[in-house]
C-alpha cells in the first residue's frame, strides 16, 4: 500500500498518542515534532529523516526501519526491542532508560549518539560506527561488536566480557577504561592493548 503522505515534510507538530501501529512511511521528513508516548509498533519506514524529535516513551517494538535516520533525537523510557534497523542512522541522538535488545541492528550510524547506561548485552553490532559516542557505563557483555568504530568514544566502565571485538577500531583510553575479561581481540589489537597498558614485548 502506497504512502499518501510520501516526499512531505512536517516540522513543530504534536504526535504525542498518536497510534500509527503497522502504518508504512515513505521519504516522509520530520523536523522539531513531537512522538511522546506514541505506538509506533511495527511501523515500516523507508528514506523516513526525523530531526530534533521527542520519541520519549514511544514504542517501536517490531518496526522496521530501512535508509531512514533519527538525527539528534531524544528517546528515553522506549521501547525498541524486535525491531530491525537497516542502514539507519542515530547521529546525535540520546537513548536512556530504553529497552533495545533483542533487534537488529545492520550497518547503522550511531556516531555521536548517547547511549550511557543502557542494556545492550549480546547485541550485533557488526560494522557499526560508534565514534565518538557516550558509552559510560553501557553493558555490551557477550555482544558482537566486528568491525566496530570506537574512536573517539566515552568508555569508562564500558562492559564488553566475553564480547566479540576483532577488527573494531579503538583509542588507547578504550583498552584501559573499559571492562574486557574474555573479550576476544586479534593481534594489533592484542598489541595496542599492550602499549595502553605501558607494556613492551620482548622475547
Not at 530534533?52 to 535516520?69: K, P, R
Given at each position: 500500500m502506497e504512502d499518501e503522505f510520501a516526499d512531505r515534510s512536517f516540522e513543530d507538530e504534536n504526535y504525542n498518542e498518536i497510534d500509527a501501529h503497522g502504518q508504512r512511511w515513505d521519504r516522509r521528513s520530520y523536523t522539531s515534532c513531537s512522538f511522546i508516548?506514541?505506538?509506533?509498533?511495527?511501523?515500516?519506514?523507508?528514506?523516513?529523516?526525523?530531526?530534533?524529535?521527542?520519541?520519549?516513551?514511544?514504542?517501536?517494538?517490531?518496526?522496521?526501519?530501512?535508509?531512514?535516520?533519527?538525527?539528534?533525537?531524544?528517546?528515553?523510557?522506549?521501547?525498541?526491542?524486535?525491531?530491525?534497523?537497516?542502514?539507519?542512522?542515530?547521529?546525535?541522538?540520546?537513548?536512556?532508560?530504553?529497552r533495545i535488545t533483542p533487534a537488529v541492528f545492520d550497518e547503522v550510524d550511531l556516531m555521536l549518539t548517547s547511549l550511557g547506561g543502557l542494556d545492550l548485552r549480546g547485541l550485533d553490532l557488526t560494522g557499526a560506527r560508534l565514534r565518538d559516542a557516550n558509552l559510560v557505563g553501557t553493558d555490551l557483555r557477550k555482544a558482537t561488536l566486528r568491525g566496530v568504530d570506537f574512536g573517539g568514544a566515552r568508555t569508562s566502565g564500558l562492559r564488553l566480557n566475553d564480547a566479540d571485538l576483532r577488527g573494531s577500531i579503538a583509542d588507547a583510553t578504550f583498552w584501559t577504561s573499559a571492562v574486557l575479561d574474555g573479550a576476544r581481540i586479534d593481534t594489533v589489537q592484542a598489541l595496542a592493548y599492550v602499549h595502553a597498558h605501558g607494556l613492551t614485548v620482548s622475547d
Open positions: 508516548d506514541a505506538d509506533l509498533g511495527g511501523l515500516t519506514t523507508h528514506g523516513v529523516v526525523f530531526t530534533d524529535c521527542d520519541f520519549s516513551g514511544v514504542d517501536l517494538t517490531d518496526s522496521t526501519h530501512i535508509g531512514s535516520a533519527f538525527r539528534n533525537c531524544e528517546f528515553r523510557r522506549s521501547r525498541l526491542w524486535h525491531s530491525t534497523f537497516r542502514s539507519t542512522s542515530f547521529l546525535g541522538s540520546a537513548i536512556a532508560d530504553s
